[in-house]
């Protein structure tokens, strides 16, 4: 077999390689795209991208009315923990119920206040846990820098980057 016959049974294994590889990726892509567009079934939540329904949000929001503001989360027995992160704002929780195991959407552990145009206000809650676990169907993710499994809902400020997101660019950054 000649030099130029490897080379260009080389180069053919290659193309063909790298045309395979090609479909490969866009099945995947599409796949990854379609499962994050569909449900399974009426009522079920989307594969992948988790939301809470416009009756979940009214509910939790009731839920959470008696405690407009930080004296009256803390009226009702909730501890300032001391903690607030920049884009996210001050925490207020009882510490007891972070490892109890129950995570219950009408008694998210903890309560999250910002300066919002001048006025702090309650503008999200988070469910936390010391272990793995699930809020209306949506699973918590890990904080590694708090060794806790969280899920926040901002449900007193609109959050671009969406209602279930870690962080809300409106916030903005803690004082000093």
């Known amino acids: 077999m000649s030099a130029a016959s490897i080379r260009r049974d080389r180069r053919s294994i290659i193309l063909t390689a790298s045309i395979v590889a090609a479909i490969a990726g866009a099945a995947a892509y599409s796949t990854v795209a379609v499962a994050h567009d569909s449900s399974s079934a009426e009522g079920d939540r989307p594969t992948g991208v988790y939301q809470l329904s416009d009756a979940e949000i009214a509910a939790i929001q009731a839920t959470v009315e008696p405690f407009a503001s930080s004296d009256d989360a803390v009226a009702a027995g909730r501890v300032d923990l001391d903690l607030c992160f920049d884009m996210m704002g001050d925490h207020f929780a009882d510490p007891a119920t972070f490892g109890d195991g129950v995570l219950d959407a009408a008694n998210p552990e903890a309560l999250v206040y910002a300066d919002v145009d001048g006025t702090q206000q309650l503008v999200a809650v988070e469910w936390v846990s010391t272990q ?43 004082a000093a």
Do not use: F, Q, S, Y
């Not at 899920?151 to 400020?157: F, N």
């Not at 279930?164 to 950054?173: R, S």
């Open 132 to 174: 793995p676990g699930e809020v209306l169907g949506i699973p918590l993710h890990l904080n590694h820098d708090l060794d806790v499994w969280v899920l926040h809902a901002w449900i007193g400020l609109d959050n671009a980057a969406g209602m279930l997101a870690d962080h809300n660019a409106a916030v903005g950054t803690c």
